[in-house]
């Protein structure tokens, strides 16, 4: 399955974006998603992910994001408020087959299918 990110932008803080992943190849709904994030001079981080009808997010991003599909659009979003400075980063997002992540949704070395990131900015 390919994967393509997209969404990403300069925004103040406050303020609401949207990143889409679009999948091509396979029906995305058979598919665990996971969004994870990178900020300049750290390691990838897990941000939210959607398994089945079951939704993840790290704590930092609990209340402000939402993780959903679209299955007549083959996406998966994360939908962004309240943003914050410390949300600044590049954002990508992955695939896997539920079975072969088997729970463990927030560590991006399980997952085989990513798209691009996407840079998100969040200025002060």
């Known amino acids: 399955v390919q994967l393509q990110a997209s969404g990403g932008g300069l925004v103040q803080a406050g303020d609401s974006l949207r990143l889409s992943c679009a999948a091509s190849?396979?029906?995305?709904?058979?598919?665990?998603v996971g969004w994870f994030r990178q900020a300049p001079g750290k390691e990838r981080v897990f941000v939210a992910a959607i398994v089945w009808n079951n939704r993840y997010y790290t704590d930092s991003v609990k209340g402000r994001f939402t993780i959903f599909r679209d299955n007549a659009k083959n996406t998966v979003s994360l939908q962004m408020f309240s943003l914050k400075p410390e949300d600044t980063a590049v954002y990508s997002c992955?695939?896997?087959?539920?079975?072969?992540?088997?729970?463990?949704?927030?560590?991006?070395?399980?997952?085989?299918?990513w798209g691009q990131g996407t840079l998100v900015t969040v200025s002060s």
């Open positions: 992955a695939a896997e087959v539920p079975v072969i992540l088997s729970g463990t949704y927030y560590r991006p070395e399980k997952y085989r299918y």
């Open positions: 190849g396979r029906t995305f709904s058979n598919y665990a």
